[in-house]
Every structure is written in structure tokens, then in C-alpha cells.
């Protein structure tokens, strides 16, 4: 899943960006108000995690502009300023959720991952599809009881297809959830690692549908084509 770092804090916002990371998200980081601003009118992002002292504007005034333009991207202030006014302020310009700083990694962690369970019809974090099992607390991928070990890459496309399970989803659909910004959109990356995942499927690989032009399809479990 894509999530949006709008921090001017380098130090943070890169510690940020680098352990999401390592936990399957993919992660663009802005470092300005009106950056962050171009950057969810470019790519649809799951979560925004966005700081209210920003060097160009603050953190609520976006936050009201993203709403008033109708973005219902969920949106995780992050606040030095402990008094509950500011909070109370961001939640009613339509934050979702706030963190004050210092904050654990982990609690930011549980807290996205809360915030995308909200958003979604899925309420634990747990997703399937016959005897492919992906549990996201766990980061663990299982057919039957056997673990299958993925890579970070793949992890991340097979949640993306069970996340929308009976939806076409094309190449760039995956490109923009499973890869940050900085990703060349005329390479063949999104096919190789399907292979990869496919293989490694064994010969569960086959509920991985390939729509040829389009993209790719994991069926829904009332369906039984495969
Ligand atoms: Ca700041």
C-alpha cells in the first residue's frame, strides 16, 4: 500500500519513509506543503501522515484544502504541540487520526494499519484467497500451513490483489502501490516479479489471472474460474 510523508524534518521523515519500508508500504516523502499538495493530486495514496508545522503552510490548512477539494484520502496528523486545541483543530478539518511527537514507530505503524482496515470492508488484517493466506500483523504469506517466503516486492503485489479481489488491476495499478515515485514506468518490473510470485505460488501461481493487456485479477471466492 502507498502511503505520503509530508514532514520538512529530514532526520524523521527519512526514518519514517525507511521503516515503513521495511514493513511492505510503499513510501514517497514530501518535505513541503505545496509538494505534498502536488504529490496526492499525482498518485492515489492510501494514508498521508502529514506534520502541522510545515515551513510553507500548516499542516490544518492542507488538511482543509485536501477535504474542500473532496480528497478522502485517510490522513494521520503528526503534532509536536501537545494542547488539545491543535488536535481538536486538525480533527475537525478532517484528519483521521493524529500521533504526537516523540511517537513509537510502532504505534504509527498500528495506527495506519487501523486506518486502512476503516477504509476498507476488510476488519482484520488478515487476507485470503482458497488456500493462500496473507497476514499483514504477521507479515507472513502461508498456502495451507506452509509459510511462503516473499520477497518485499511480491509481499506487496499479492496484498494488493487480495485486497481487490475480482478487480482487473493493471500494471500500473501495482506500479503506483507496490513501488515509491522513483519508479520507471516503461520497464517490465511488474511482470517479472509476478513470475517470480507465481513460482513461488507453485501451483497456486494460477489463481494469479492474467487479463493479457490489462493486468491481473485474483477471482472472488464465490467465483470458481481460475
Ligand atoms: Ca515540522
Given amino acids: 500500500m502507498k502511503l505520503l510523508i509530508i514532514e520538512d524534518e529530514k532526520l524523521i521523515a527519512d526514518n519514517l519513509k525507511y521503516g515503513l519500508e521495511q514493513h511492505r508500504f510503499s513510501v514517497d516523502v514530501a518535505y513541503t506543503g505545496e509538494e ?37 484520502t485517510s490522513i494521520i496528523m503528526l503534532t509536536a504541540k501537545k494542547q488539545l486545541g491543535n488536535i481538536i483543530d486538525g480533527l475537525n478539518y478532517g484528519a483521521d487520526d ?10 504509527l505503524l498500528a495506527r495506519v494499519r487501523a486506518l486502512m482496515r476503516r477504509s476498507s470492508k476488510n476488519k482484520e488484517n488478515l487476507f485470503s484467497y482458497r ?21 518485499k516486492k511480491e509481499f506487496m503485489i499479492l496484498e494488493y490483489l487480495l485486497r481487490h479481489k475480482s478487480q482487473l488491476i493493471s ?16 520497464t517490465n518490473i511488474v511482470d517479472t516479479h ?14 494469479i489471472i492474467t487479463i493479457y493487456g490489462s493486468g ?11
Avoid at 131 to 151: A, H, M, N, S
Avoid at 194 to 207: F, H, P, S, V
Avoid at 216 to 226: L, N
Wanted: glycine share 6%; with cysteine.
Fill in 36 to 72: 505534498g499538495y502536488k504529490l496526492v493530486n499525482d498518485f492515489n495514496y492510501d494514508v498521508i501522515i502529514l506534520d502541522l508545522m510545515l515551513p510553507d503552510m500548516q499542516g490544518e490548512e492542507l488538511c482543509r484544502k485536501l477535504r474542500q477539494e473532496k480528497n478522502e
Fill in 98 to 107: 493524529y500521533i504526537t511527537k516523540p511517537f513509537e514507530f510502532l504505534e
Fill in 131 to 151: 488456500e493462500i493466506k496473507l497476514d499483514l500483523d504477521k507479515e507472513q504469506v502461508f498456502i495451507g500451513d506452509k509459510e511462503i517466503r516473499l520477497t
Fill in 171 to 186: 500494471r500500473n495499478q501495482l506500479l503506483e502501490h507496490a513501488w515509491d515515485r522513483n519508479v520507471d514506468i516503461f
Fill in 194 to 207: 509476478i513470475k517470480n510470485l507465481r513460482k513461488k505460488l507453485g501451483k497456486y501461481g494460477n489463481y
Fill in 216 to 226: 491481473y485479477r485474483i477471482p472472488d471466492e464465490g467465483s470458481e474460474r481460475h
